[in-house]
């Protein structure tokens, strides 16, 4: 059973452009509504991504949109009048259980992918993840190999006092590191570190980021906040001083250890801080 | 020792992981402040802690610890066990007090 989890949680760590179908048909907005309809037919899809000349994404239309025209006497209409313009789209580094979540959250049929210059990349349904699951799983060892090689990034936004959330990027960021098959040593270290900064967002930040870099080498972890800012940063590095309320220190936290167990996880450490601002904290932790 | 001979020690109620109790336990922590267990646990071991809130849980994660005992007879908020079945880590309670908790298992060890 655990070994059956912890596969099904490597694979909703791969990213969707493993997952979307690539192969669909090229649409201009131009296209009548009944040209669309036919090719819609031939290809068995029930929603089409509308680009223009240069592949870039301007909509999105289903068979429903399409029979629904036709009935209206819209069978010669460019199909741009009736596609729909805006469109939620994944990027190809967004994992599968992003997928899946948007699924969840937004409870539409389809997602395109789109780079960053809104380029079409292809078209995510539940269908093909069903179908496309099995078959990742031999995939998976290969795309480890690859990922070795690239730089892979991961962002959580943190609320300030949300202290029962609080951990939960943490978590998420351990336990891609296991996936990813880094020794113990390292990804112990790189909790701590990202724990203690996430906390610290919680406790003292009104929002922030948490950041983290994957390369083969390093493993840089960022928490950026907006928050009150530290007025003496050298003070706050040193164990026991702490600012924090009597209500943060109940729930175990606040003893002045944040900071210093930091510092102890890095390899590198950096941390600026604006008073009124926010505070920036940067972690180096070397792979070797 | 195992973690099944802490649940008669100190006379504790398993509320989680009755299954995973076979583990072999070499190391303890007792500590209420979770920085400090951050910053000092370096081996796999069970936490002894008189704090509940899902932060525990949070925190032996980070760490690998494999198991968690609360004393004074503090029964943990559903978010925490909600935490603890995710982790697969096991959750005892004792009536007994940190100090008492620690002396038992600690005359244990070098029986």
Request: glycine residues 6%; charged residues 30%.
């Amino acid at each position: 059973m655990r070994e059956i989890e912890r596969d099904f949680y490597a694979l909703l760590t791969l990213p969707v452009s493993l997952i979307m179908n690539s192969n669909m048909p090229k649409i201009l907005p131009d296209r009548k509504v009944s040209q669309v309809r036919e090719i819609l037919r031939i290809n068995q899809l029930d929603g089409v991504a509308i680009t223009d000349e240069e592949s870039r994404l301007v909509g999105i239309v289903t068979m429903y949109d399409l029979l629904k025209a036709i009935e209206e006497n819209k069978r010669d209409v460019p199909v741009e009048e009736i596609m729909t313009e805006d469109v939620i789209t994944l990027s190809p580094h967004n994992t599968l259980a992003d997928a899946i979540e948007y699924f969840r959250v937004y409870g539409y049929g389809r997602f395109p992918v789109v780079d960053e210059n809104k380029v079409f990349l292809g078209m995510v349904t539940p269908l093909d993840i069903v179908i496309r699951l099995p078959s990742l799983k031999e995939e998976k060892e290969e795309i480890k190999e690859e990922e070795k090689s690239r730089v892979v990034r991961l962002e959580f936004s943190i609320e300030g006092g949300d202290f029962i959330n609080g951990g939960e990027a943490s978590s998420k960021i351990k336990r891609y590191l296991q996936n990813l098959g880094l020794p113990n040593h390292i990804i112990r270290r790189v909790a701590v570190a990202s724990y203690e900064m996430e906390m610290n967002m919680v406790i003292h930040a009104y929002r922030g980021k948490l950041l983290i870099e994957i390369s083969s080498d390093k493993i840089v972890i960022k928490a950026i906040d907006e928050g009150p800012g530290i007025e003496d940063v050298e003070k706050a590095k040193q164990p026991g001083y702490s600012t924090a309320s009597p209500k943060v220190r109940e729930l175990g936290f606040g003893a002045g250890m944040g900071l210093p167990n930091i510092i102890s996880c890095s390899d590198e450490f950096d941390i600026k801080s604006a008073v009124g601002v926010g505070t920036e904290v940067t972690s180096i932790i070397y792979i070797r | 020792m195992k973690l099944k001979d802490l649940e008669e020690l100190l006379s504790a109620k398993v509320l989680y992981g009755e299954s995973l109790l076979d583990k072999d336990v070499d190391y303890f922590y007792a500590s209420d402040l979770m920085s400090d267990i951050l910053a000092t646990v370096k081996e796999p071991g069970v936490l002894i802690t008189a704090m509940v809130q899902p932060q525990v849980m949070r925190t032996i994660q980070m760490l690998d610890l494999i198991g968690v005992i609360f004393v004074n007879g503090k029964c943990p908020p559903e978010d925490t066990l909600r935490l603890a079945r995710s982790i697969e880590i096991p959750v005892l309670v004792t009536r007994c007090s940190m100090f008492e908790t620690c002396g038992k298992i600690y005359m244990s060890l070098v029986k």
